[in-house]
């Protein structure tokens, strides 16, 4: 299959996810835990909120990876089985399981889109010594599911074509 191939730009989109904006939320995250860890116990003085802000970026690097992950084909999958089975086998399985990965993850996307829309509605904030609302890191889940759907839509158009492709 043509993984390297780009499709309405969307190997950009989920490069720039990943690549960019995944790559500077990591190295904030890294560098909050330090300043919280060294003003913790150097100076007795910890950067309040580091919790809410780390748990929130791990939900944005979380979500803005899975499409490049799998544009990559770098997620688990059991080659002692697969491997034991004819190319055609293989891929209908990957087909089927694409299908039902876009639908658990057009899921979790729909709720996530419902949980943003109620914590911009209610302006939701997180308890704790500071109010951090809680809309940017919902809107992460929706944003990344949708890449990822467009990503097995893809994948599935590909595995069909190839299943329906004559052997050379």
């Known amino acids: 299959m043509n993984v390297t191939k780009s499709v309405f730009g969307l190997r950009s989109l989920e490069g720039f996810l990943n690549n960019v904006i995944s790559a500077i939320l990591l190295v904030g995250m890294m560098l909050l835990v330090v300043c919280d860890v060294t003003g913790r116990y150097l100076l007795n003085r910890p950067v309040h909120g580091t919790m809410e802000i780390t748990e929130f970026i791990m939900v944005a690097v979380v979500f803005f990876t899975l499409a490049h992950t799998q544009a990559i084909r770098a997620h688990i999958k059991v080659e002692l089985l697969l491997e034991r089975m004819s190319r055609r086998v293989r891929l209908l399985l990957e087909a089927i399981t694409y299908l039902f990965g876009m639908v658990i993850f057009a899921l979790i996307g729909w709720q996530g889109v ?55």
Do not use: N, Q, Y
């Open 114 to 168: 419902m949980s943003a829309i109620e914590a911009w509605e209610f302006w939701e904030v997180t308890d704790g010594l500071i109010p951090f609302p809680t809309l940017p890191a919902k809107l992460t889940i929706p944003i990344g599911c949708f890449v990822f759907c467009l990503r097995f839509i893809i994948d599935i158009v590909e595995a069909v074509r190839e299943l329906t492709r004559k052997e050379s």
